[in-house]
């Protein structure tokens, strides 16, 4: 069974830091993308930053210039810097893969998502 389990979330003052990790476990063939999303309350989940296997990185436009991702292929693990935080950055950040894993059904391609870490930007 595959999991992604998360860390480094909490409470932090406008204009602080947090580094979000992300490490992935189980039977992984092969990761095609890892990445972050975050839910607001009384908002849809949205996309952070991604990392593909081949480097390539896109962000929202709201954390282009604050946020760096990082990935380690070797242990299997995303980091997500976060700098110059604003009390808007207020979320439920989930760490998602997709990529070749094997489960009871056999290897075949899927999306997993970690349970989330809070992050509260607040004076």
């Known amino acids: 069974q595959v999991q992604l389990v998360e860390s480094g979330g909490g409470l932090v003052q406008p204009g602080g830091s947090l580094r979000l990790s992300c490490v992935a476990s189980?039977?992984?063939?092969?990761?095609?993308?890892m990445g972050w999303y975050r839910q607001a309350p009384g908002k849809e989940r949205e996309l952070v930053a991604q990392i593909t296997s081949g480097g390539d990185i896109n962000f929202a436009d709201s954390v282009k210039g604050r946020f760096t991702i990082s990935r380690d292929n070797a242990k299997n693990t995303v980091y997500l810097e976060m700098n110059t935080l604003k009390p808007e950055d207020t979320a439920a950040y989930y760490c998602r893969l997709h990529g070749l894993v094997r489960d009871s059904l056999g290897a075949r391609y899927r999306e997993i998502w970690g349970q989330g870490t809070l992050v509260t930007v607040s004076s």
């Open positions: 189980g039977s992984i063939l092969s990761i095609n993308t």
